[in-house]
């Protein structure tokens, strides 16, 4: 099929029926819809072009261009102006369309008739919200708050507008929500606690590293756009480490690949110091001006720290220590990539201080090409009027100390004296179980799949089975869906206006709406003002959500003078040309040397972790014992992000099924041969699969990529993970990360 | 419809939104075909059927779409609803809010029959080519690469005398016998 | 001056990605099964690590096309220009020669339309100008378009281990080997 003008063969031949008459006809056959036709040059002005912007939770939030002909989306591509996106998206970007216009797709407000039971019928929009309201009216009467409605949300959608669901929570009442966050809250609250924010350089400026190391993350499959600039850093002279316990895509990449015992990663940091500090190669300038405790923590490294010590601890040999860390600390400049993976164990927020110091300490915070590299979320300045709505008058709420909801949670803290009652969202399960007085009645879930992204499966669904409403929004049948009372058809990308950034590069994207919503779908923020109208007819005054919204006016409300300037436009609709990358003072983060920490400085012993139950210094924290055989490890696939795009018959296309990779070592002495189907199991649950053997996981390991495949497969990783807790999170995110790799599982043959 | 053809009632049928739509357009499917619905027919089980095979909100064996049939890759809004949508405009028609459902929607393309018959039925006197050849084409052609495929998948998921499986026989026997009656074109 | 345009496959820059197969597969919407291009893993004999270096593999745009040669009604077609082979859809009538002749499977059969198809180079992009869709895509700059007859000799190769050799038909695409890290294990 070509992108020359469908059916132009078909309309000269129509008309010709009507000007040349019966006599001229040519037989039938010539019009079988699919006679190929021969393709001319492309041209651009046969398309509506539209920019949108990639949603998802990726590092790369893709600008994109799409083209649209009769009203229909035919292809997209990457947006050239960004110099990140590049022109081109990747594996899941370039499925869309086929988000679009699967026959699967969620198109209509349906109800199950009997949680699980499959019979779904469908219902109108105002009989949906009409079911809804009258739940929340019931909560109400029987609580006297809303407190007995929970939401859980995360990162599905992280277009500004989605904030929308928070403030629709809001608009209702005082709620319970569901916060903190799954993915980066250790590393987070460590970056806090040493810098005083979470602030990485422009990951566009890796190219001026003289050192790379990439700990812990796969940017080859997660970042792909970031790679270039590792590439070019290599081509450039730079010697790039890669540290996993997994030989990854990046590490095929580098130039020298360790692998590590898994949650090592602080001891393979401290022991490094110990070295750079005997070697006298630490930055005197950096740690006596812009640092304290230095000298505490040199203390701390000689008195508790060898190169040894870490060698044992890690598996890495002592001189191949002492060489990489003295590599690191002579290049100028050098940078640590610390990765999200890195940091899901229970230790791993003093695994990512104990990395951070040894950026500070050889004086590379500050530096273009170099620093501690994270993630950022100075982009993320947005007005948040979706996400900001009031509680109606005389709502009752939850009484004591309210903190932040989530690494994302833009409100400025409540100043009433009700909040919002909180539970972890990474133990879920066990927040809707242990809930009470009142008991969390019903569940919104929304950007979110529970079943396939929370942990300990079997718990939530006993979770659930207490719930007497669950409604979920969303585009595909998933797990979820099917344990849902009620669930509302979504937009996608293309359906809505929004606007988003990333927090990694420093890029901005509008989001336009390409195609008009199809079936009966609903953005977000039209599902709220639909409920919000519901709400007030049913019982004037109970919901503050506007009730006549735009997508497109409300993503224009997210705007204000401080994104205009940042990023040196002087109108959003500056951005309908192409993204915009923001003016940038410097590549470096903390170029100007002014922390946020308490003191001011980079902080080697910080007396607030101390305070909130840390070590104030980085020290050694041990990870978690295992309680079986096997570690398992559950990282991300390439092929999705989460639970979406694996199901795509696109994507089965390149991906097919689920696989265990494991050493040949442990599957011979298990009697295990390639492709066999094994069983994998633990205390939480167990999973069927076919293993494949390789060297590129450690012997007693067992690595499984999550991934939810649709139609009906069962595979789910979350039937072998716990809720075990990370060790930080609750500082800045509101709750404490989970260690998803602390895990540790058993597996025979079937 | 004078001539009892069960045209409208299947076009209503495959429209249906709920069970109610349902139970009115079956009886007069049956009663078109000179069948009997199942005695006791439990209308929420039908429901519930008719969802699970053409609406959602699961992954559905029998997508109502031209386009999921005629194209293997199982697209929506592809080069059979274009063709739809090209036929209904020919005809001074239109699928109201176009792009927001599929023009190939079986409940219009059904619906686009009735207005060519009509059409042709009006033209009893003085027959227009364009309208004989257009409709020729949308059964013989459009109709015809896609509704076996359709009727055969719906035939294997839904229940066995069911109103599922009854609207499908109806549809089956209404095609057949439309294709076999629709002329071809005439020359010279 | 003619060019001769070919793929160059940097597979040390090839991170494995796929962005390319859906590349093509967005720009074209083959049916299922019907796939143009396809990412190859390497296999451990020739490169040690089971999945972490790939051949991404189109048509090869032959000097001396298989396909060419046995198609009975001239679907296929070599551009003077810049040697894209290209086969014209219109043209075909599925009789399968070329199918089974090409030593690269390039083209592959559509069931539903009941012809063959294959990679044309996105010879409609290239007459406006632009790069295939895959080559566009691709993040790391591994999949290039190349035009042989200007480019310098470098290290690109063109019967890489894991490549059919085929002097007959004298394939088109260049490839660039992977590299190894050293590897320091627990």
Known sequence: MSHTPSGLNRRQFLKGLTMAGAASLLPLRLLMPYTAQAATAFNAKDFQVFRNACPRNCYDTCSIKTYVKDGVVQFIEGAPESTFTAGGLCVKGYAYPRRVYSPDRIKYPMVQDGRRSGNWRRVSWDEAMDRIAKKILEIKEKDGSLLGLGLTKYSGNFGITNYGVEGMMSSLGYTTRFVGTPCWPAGIDAQNYDLGDMWCNDPEDMVKARYVIVWGANPAWCSVHSMKYIMEAKRRGAKVVVIDPVFTQTAAKA???????????????????????????VDKGFVTDNALGFEEFAAYLRQNVTVEWAAGLSGIPAEQIREVAEEFATADPATIWIGYGMQRHTNGGASVRAIDALAAMTGNVGKEGGGARYGHLRTWGFNYHALLQKQPEGSVGFVGAGGPKGEFDFTKGEAASYTDRTFNINKTAQGIL?????????????????????????????????????????????????????????????????????????????????????????????????????MNELAPGSCTFPQDIDTREWMEKEFNQGIYDYFGIKHWTDLKNGPVKAKLASTASWHDMKFGTPSGKYEFRSDLCAEHGHEALPKYKEGRKPYDEFRLLTPHSKFGIHSQFINLDWMHEYNKEPFLYMHPDDAHAKNIKDLDTVRVFNKVGELRIKAKLTRN??????????????????????????????????????????????QFANVERV | MSDHTPLEALRDFFAASDADGLKDSAVRIARCVGADLPAGTDWAAAEYEFNRLFVGPAAVPAPPFASAWSETDRTLMGRATMEARQTYHRLGLAVPGEGVIPDDHLAYELEAVLAMKAMLAAQAGAPDEETAVLHAWFVGEHLARWLPPFIRTVREHATGGGVVALAADALASWFESERNSTAAPRRG | MKKHYAFLVDSEKCIGCFTCAMACRNYYHQVEGV??????????????????????????????????????????????????VVHHQEKCIGCG????????????YNPVEKRAEKCSFCHERLDAGLLPACVQSCPTGALKLVDLATMEPGNEIQFPAGFPKNEKVNPSTRFIMPKVPTLVRR
Request: proline share 6%.
């Open chain 1, 434 to 534: 242990d809930a009470k007085d009142p008991a969390i009645r019903m569940l919104w879930v929304s950007c979110k799949n529970p079943f396939a992204q929370d942990f300990d499966r079997p718990k939530l669904e006993k979770a659930f089975d207490t719930l007497e409403m669950v409604v979920t929004v969303d585009q595909f049948f998933n797990e979820t869906v099917a344990n849902s009372d009620i669930v509302l058809p979504v937009t996608t990308l293309f359906e809505e206006w929004t606007v988003n950034v990333s927090y990694w590069h420093y890029w901005l994207g509008i989001n336009e709406q390409a195609i008009t919503p199809m079936y009966e779908t609903k953005s977000n923020i039209e599902i709220a003002a639909l409920l919000s109208k519901k």
């Open chain 1, 255 to 281: 130039d020298v690949f360790w692998q590590p015992e898994t949650s090592s990663d602080g001891a393979l940091a401290l022991g490094m110091a110990r070295h750079i500090l005997d070697k006298g190669l």
């Open chain 3, 97 to 108: 020669n070329c199918i089974r002749s090409c030593p690269y499977g390039a083209p592959v």
């Open chain 3, 35 to 84: 796939v143009w291009r396809q990412v190859y893993p390497l296999g451990e004999p020739i490169y040690p690590h089971r999945e972490r270096a790939f051949f991404s593999l189109a048509c090869n745009h032959c000097e001396n096309p298989a396909c060419l040669n046995v198609c009975p009604v001239e679907a296929y077609t070599k551009r003077e220009e810049d040697g894209v």
């Open chain 1, 697 to 742: 996981v450690a012997p007693k390991s067992l690595v499984i990529y999550e991934a939810w495949f649709g139609r009906g497969n069962a595979f789910n990783v979350q039937n072998l993970v716990d809720d075990e807790a990370a060790d930080m999170g609750a500082y800045k995110t509101g709750a404490p990360g989970v260690a998803i790799h602390g």
